[in-house]
Each structure stands twice: as structure tokens, then as C-alpha cells.
């Protein structure tokens, strides 16, 4: 989701876990695919540098930044948005594709408004208007990504 013209979230932080400076968070499921340990986000429009990303329990997730030690400095972090720049979308290309939520609301191909997307299990789909409101698999079979674009190469029916 963009936040401003600079900034897209990817997560939000929730409570510290461990007197280390672990916090939870509940990232998009999308850039659970990456590593994403010393990387650069943002929050609050400051950069931080992520030490580690770890797995915790079932589905939870565990941040560790660097320069963040203790539970206290935690502590200032709970709650707030993790956001990257939109200038660092091309380092976040998944089987070729880009995040779908950077094209939410945008045209593609000239002429078909890519509306939105969502989960089922561990797929994305994306709502498309293309006449009418279509469903179709965000995947390398239908999508491709060319010279900083996301074009529909392969429709469900013509």
C-alpha cells in the first residue's frame, strides 16, 4: 500500500519479544519469499537495517534491527509501519514479478486497470478490469515484467 508518494508499507511491528530487541511482525506474505537480512526500511521515514527476519511458531515472525538492543528501544518501535522506498520496488522481484501491490489502481497494457489483489493458500490473485471484472493468477504464466512495467501477456479467455 503506498503511504506517500515515497513510501510503501510492507508490515507493521507489534509487541518486542526478548530483552534483545526482537519485535514481532506481521509482514505481507509476499516478502515472506525474500531474505530480507540487511536489507533497508523504513520507519517513520528513518532507515533501518534489518539484522534478522526468523520464524516464530506457526505463522509469526520475529524482526531484529541493527542498533536496536534492548527491549526499551523495542519498545519505541511497536506499532509503527515498516515501509520501503518505491525507488527499491525492481529489488523485490519475485519469479520476475514485482509486488502486485505497486500496480493497485494503475492501468496496464494500455487499457486494462489492475484493481487489486489477494491470497488463497500460497497464490496471489488479482482482480482485473478488462471489459469487466475478471480473476486471474498473478504468476510468471500471465505476467511479465519489462523495462520498469507489468504488462498481462496471457489472458483466461480472449
Given at each position: 500500500?503506498?503511504i506517500?508518494?515515497?513510501?510503501y ?7 518486542p519479544?526478548?530483552l534483545k530487541?526482537?519485535l514481532y511482525i506481521n ?6 519469499n525474500?531474505?530480507?537480512?540487511s536489507?533497508?526500511v523504513?520507519?517513520?521515514?528513518k532507515?533501518y ?6 520464524t516464530?511458531?506457526k505463522?509469526r515472525?520475529?524482526?531484529?534491527f ?14 509503527q509501519n ?13 519469479k520476475?514479478?514485482?509486488?502486485p ?7 496496464i497494457n494500455k487499457?486494462?486497470?489492475f484493481?487489486?489483489y ?6 496471489i490473485f488479482?482482480?482485473?478490469l ?9 504468476n510468471?504464466h ?10 498481462l501477456?496471457?489472458?483466461?479467455v480472449?
Amino acid at each position: 500500500m503506498l503511504i506517500n508518494k515515497n513510501y510503501y508499507n510492507i508490515g507493521i511491528l507489534g509487541k518486542p519479544h526478548s530483552l534483545k530487541g526482537y519485535l514481532y511482525i506481521n509482514h505481507e506474505i509476499f516478502f515472506r519469499n525474500f531474505n530480507l537480512n540487511s536489507r533497508k526500511v523504513h520507519i517513520n521515514e528513518k532507515e533501518y537495517e534489518i539484522e534478522e527476519i526468523k520464524t516464530h511458531l506457526k505463522n509469526r515472525f520475529l524482526v531484529k534491527f541493527k542498533n536496536i538492543d534492548n527491549i526499551e528501544k523495542a519498545e519505541l518501535l511497536r506499532n509503527q509501519n515498516v515501509s520501503i522506498k518505491i525507488e527499491d520496488k525492481d529489488s523485490y522481484l519475485y519469479k520476475g514479478l514485482p509486488w502486485p501491490a505497486f500496480y493497485t489502481n494503475e492501468t496496464i497494457n494500455k487499457n486494462i486497470k489492475f484493481l487489486s489483489y489477494f491470497y488463497s493458500d500460497n497464490f496471489i490473485f488479482c482482480n482485473l478490469l478488462i471489459q469487466e471484472e475478471v480473476v486471474m493468477p498473478y504468476n510468471e504464466h500471465y505476467f511479465a515484467y519489462n523495462d520498469k512495467s507489468l504488462i498481462l501477456k496471457n489472458k483466461l479467455v480472449n
